[in-house]
Each structure stands twice: as C-alpha cells, then as structure tokens.
C-alpha cells in the first residue's frame, strides 16, 4: 500500500491550494485518514482528519473555517481544500492513514505516512 500527495506549491499569502493524497494497492481498507503538517524546526502536527464513510472531521483551531477535509471513497483519495493561506503555515504536509490490511485469511491494522508535499506561502 502506497500514499502519494501532490497539489503543494509556492503561493502568495491569501491563495488557495489543494492537497491529494491517493492511497493505492490491494487488500485494504481504510479506517481513517487526516493531514499532518510540520514545519522547519518544529514537530509535526495535526491539520485534520476524517473517518472512513468522510461523516465524521476534525481540524486544529488554527485552520477551521479555512481548510477542508474531504474524501472520494471510490478513488481511495483524500483532499484537503486550504484557503487564506498563511505564510506561518510554510510546512511539509504529510497525508496519514490508519489502513487494515488483508493478507490470507489475516488482517492488520497499519498506520502509513506520504512522503509529504512542500507548501510555501510568501508574503
């Protein structure tokens, strides 16, 4: 099971982005999924998440309002809509997802990490 994002960039403060993040193999299924972000010098934290069937979201008080988590549970694919960026929010933004794992007649719970996507805001 692989997780790829995309949609990072340079953007001016105030743009728009849109991050991917597609989960792609065999076997699995997901339990949920969120975006982390981390930035130079500081530990990563959590932007938002959201649950498998996409009722349920979660976002950190810095981005609620501003951000938008979301799923096509068909293309096993999350989103994340952000809006009124910041340059504060610079960071490397990580898709992550809690997975369960079909092998034989077993299954496993996983947790999986993109390799991240580079947004820069400027000011």
């Known amino acids: 099971v692989q997780l790829v994002e995309s949609g990072g960039g340079l953007v001016q403060a105030g743009d728009s982005l849109r991050l991917s993040c597609a989960a792609s193999?065999?076997?699995?299924?997901?339990?949920?999924m969120g975006w982390y972000r981390q930035a130079q010098g500081k530990q990563r934290e959590l932007v938002a998440d959201i649950t498998s069937g996409g009722a349920v979201t979660n976002y950190a008080d810095s981005v609620k309002g501003r951000f938008t988590i979301s799923k096509d549970n068909g293309k096993n694919t999350m989103y994340l809509q952000m809006n009124s960026l910041k340059p504060a929010e610079t960071a490397v933004y990580y898709c992550?997802?809690?997975?369960?794992?079909?092998?034989?007649?077993?299954?496993?719970?996983?947790?999986?990490w993109g390799q991240g996507t580079q947004v820069t805001v400027s000011s």
């Open positions: 992550h997802a809690d997975l369960t794992v079909q092998t034989g007649p077993y299954r496993y719970d996983y947790v999986y």
């Open positions: 193999g065999s076997g699995f299924s997901i339990n949920e």
